[in-house]
């Protein structure tokens, strides 16, 4: 594990190295390639350095920028799919969640959920008792990692003791139970690195275009370098399409019990607001006046709250959905039902964001409806297709894949023990430990910025502080009202691959959500101050930076502004 540390940090995964980085794919026959580098690609290319294959990931956008930055930031088992039957689902994920909890503590934090029995309401009482105790099974079963909680059933008097802003009338008691929330993004991230550490290859901003065949049969890849406009080849035994919302159009063939199309793409929006304006304690399933569809109401850390997410079915530009009037209003109407107090104007949004879901289709099933589960197969000309699913469940679908691998006879050698990829993680990091690190480092820092470090990065919080032991300077904030610091901007440009400002705050940090939309042009400047120093831009290149970053955030209010 320390000489995988090492690697970690050894500065050759970032953006200065990007060019080796795109020869090393021309040059390399590869065992596997993967083809999208969301959290389902992330894992399967971890899951495949692992078994020690020579992988390679590519992404025509970001990493993590379509879905996997645009959930709801859970990592949860989804106690409403107990409802529709799909237990084993539940179980799968929950084991998952209790995992992560175990080996990446720093990012996989636990929050209590209330599910409350309003008079008239979806659920009784006794429901949710049998859901809450069910959700706590299935998460222990048979498992080595169990949740570090219990749910507990409550009183009215109860729930208006932990949660004294949610509504009175009609409220007949109910339920808490335990799941976690996380980054999404950083959690992808991670998970890359992993497999990069282990020798993957891995780079954003490349797009496939194609297919080489030789008797109809894959045998590589065909992309074009997006930052450099230039067209390659990437020659591997096998290519796995793993592009979410964009699976369908990687398969040239479909197998005959494959629907096509076979993604029904829905949107999710979300909206975040300082906590004060909620006044929630804990978070909270609540059900739409509109349509009685289940939502959250989540903490995020002390100062801030999301509220998500919507599931209607989408049409318009899979890259690009943003938050219109209708999805916030849809959201405001009930949140404000379950908080009677809460301050949700237009005014006091900070930010939106919104993503498509990858579901199957089933014929039939409304939006809310579609099972989350997901579907792997091959097509005729060797593609590998895996797509849908829970983004908990990263890990065990890609172990599902290497199944379907192993059953075709493929890369035999690389056949291993059931849950053989549930190991620690190389930035892992426990709080004591980071508590002492600290202590020893000798750094003035205020708290809350030293607890956002160790949430967010781990073990990379470390590298973070010997930044600012080396220039002081790097531990100013970027806002003065939020915790984010130049220091942590400065760690993504020289330990990950970083190209545009528009990264740094949609992905390798949560800027984007959590600085009001009002002051993300100063943030902007800020950071692409620090890139340009980085990576020698003249102001022009930095004045496009800032500028399409700024276009992103214009859209995602454009309803209020």
């Not at 050759?12 to 389902?40: M, V």
């Not at 007949?172 to 980054?183: I, K």
């Not at 379950?338 to 939006?367: C, D, W």
């Not at 042009?521 to 620090?530: D, G, H, W």
Request: proline share 3%; hydrophobic share 40%.
């Amino acid at each position: 594990m320390k000489d995988l540390e090492m690697k970690i940090f050894d500065q050759t995964w970032n953006y200065k190295n990007r060019d080796k980085i795109i020869k090393k794919l021309q040059e390399t026959s590869f065992d596997i390639l993967i083809i999208g580098a969301g959290i389902t690609g992330a894992g399967v290319a971890r899951e495949a350095a692992m078994r020690g294959l020579k992988v390679a990931c590519i992404d025509m956008q970001d990493f993590a920028a379509g879905t996997s930055s645009r959930s709801s930031k859970l990592g949860h088992g989804g106690i409403r799919y107990i409802a529709h039957g799909d237990l084993d689902l539940v179980k799968e994920a929950l084991q998952e969640r209790n995992w992560m909890r175990a080996h990446i503590p720093h990012l996989i934090r636990p929050i209590p959920f209330l599910f409350v029995h309003l008079e008239g309401g979806k659920y009784k009482r006794r429901d949710i008792k049998g859901a809450t105790k069910v959700y706590d099974f299935l998460s222990d079963k048979d498992s080595e990692f169990t949740n570090f909680k219990k749910s507990r059933v409550l009183s009215t008097e109860e729930i208006f003791e932990i949660e004294p802003e949610y509504i009175k009338e009609g409220n007949l008691g109910g339920a808490v139970y335990y799941d976690t929330n996380l980054d999404d993004a950083r959690l992808t991230l991670e998970i890359i690195k992993e497999a990069v550490v282990r020798g993957a290859v891995a780079v954003n901003y490349c797009k496939a275009n194609g297919y080489l065949k030789d008797n109809g049969i894959i045998l590589g890849v065909k992309c074009t370098d997006l930052e450099n406009n230039i067209d390659f080849e990437i020659k591997t035994r096998l290519v796995v399409n793993a592009t979410g919302v964009w699976t369908d159009q990687l398969i040239d063939i479909y197998p005959n019990e494959i629907p096509s199309p076979l993604i029904r793409p829905t949107k999710g929006v979300h909206l975040q607001y300082r906590r004060k304006n909620i006044k929630n304690q804990n978070a909270a399933i609540v059900f739409s006046k509109k349509d009685d569809r289940a939502f959250f109401v989540l903490p995020r850390n002390k100062e801030f709250t999301i509220i998500g997410t919507t599931d209607t079915d989408f049409k318009e530009d899979l890259a690009n959905p943003y938050c219109k009037k209708e999805d916030a209003d849809y959201l405001i109407e009930s949140t404000r039902f379950y908080f009677p107090n809460a301050q949700l104007g237009y005014e006091n949004i900070l930010s939106t964001y919104a993503g498509i879901r990858p579901l199957v289709m089933q014929k039939g099933k409304t939006e809310s409806e579609v099972s989350r589960k997901h579907i792997i197969f091959f097509s005729d000309d060797g593609l590998l297709t895996i797509t849908g699913g829970k983004l908990t469940e990263w890990r065990a679908m890609a172990e599902d894949v290497f199944e379907h691998i192993i059953n075709k006879n493929l890369f035999p050698s690389s056949a291993k023990e059931k849950h053989f990829s549930k190991q620690p993680f190389i930035i892992g990091l426990d709080k004591k430990e980071w508590d002492n690190i600290f202590k020893n480092m000798k750094l003035d820092l205020e708290s809350d910025i030293i607890d956002h470090l160790y949430q967010q990065y781990g073990k990379g919080a470390i590298k973070i502080l010997e930044l600012i032991k080396e220039d002081s300077s790097l531990a100013n904030k970027i806002i003065e009202e939020n915790n984010f610091i130049k220091a942590e901007v400065v760690y993504t440009l020289r330990y990950e691959l970083t190209p545009h400002v528009i990264d740094v705050f949609c992905r390798r940090t949560e800027m984007s959500l959590w600085i009001h939309h009002k002051k993300a042009f100063e943030a902007a400047s800020k950071v692409a101050e620090l890139m340009a120093k980085e990576y020698s831009w003249d102001e022009n290149k930095k004045n496009q930076e800032i500028e399409v970053y700024m276009n992103y955030i214009k859209k995602t209010v454009s309803f209020i502004t």
